[in-house]
């Protein structure tokens, strides 16, 4: 059964910085996406980035541009985990996340990703001071 949860969500002041992980299980790191989501209270969710590996590219990843250059996301294979490193956080950033995967997946890069089949129950990050 495929599953994605994540974790380390939390409070933080701007400026700081906060990792969350996205731990997949049901299916192994090759020929798939995951995606990084956000909602803010009273807002439509939004994509953050994704991350996927095929046969021409490993760990390809992808970002939108209001956190392009705060956000970085990478994949452990060993450990079936994804992470959004998340640094020079603002008061805007807050919202809940959420990491969905698209398995198997046969693109080239996860921006083409039209829909995510396997979508993990989020985590809070607040950034307050």
């Known amino acids: 059964q495929v599953q994605v949860v994540e974790s380390g969500g939390g409070l933080v002041q701007p400026g700081g910085s906060l990792r969350l992980s996205c731990e997949a299980s049901g299916f192994t790191m090759d020929y798939f996406a995951i995606g990084w989501f956000r909602q803010a209270p009273g807002k439509l969710r939004e994509g953050v980035g994704c991350?996927?590996?095929?046969?021409?590219?490993?760990?390809?990843?992808h970002y939108e541009d209001s956190v392009k250059g705060r956000f970085t996301i990478s994949g452990d294979d060993a450990k079936n985990t994804v992470y959004l490193q998340m640094d020079s956080l603002k008061f805007e950033d807050t919202a809940v996340y959420s990491c969905a995967a698209r398995y198997p997946w046969y693109g080239w890069n996860c921006s083409d990703v039209d829909e995510y089949n396997y979508w993990g129950q989020g985590t809070q990050v607040t950034v307050s001071s």
């Open positions: 991350i996927s590996s095929s046969d021409v590219f490993t760990h390809l990843t």
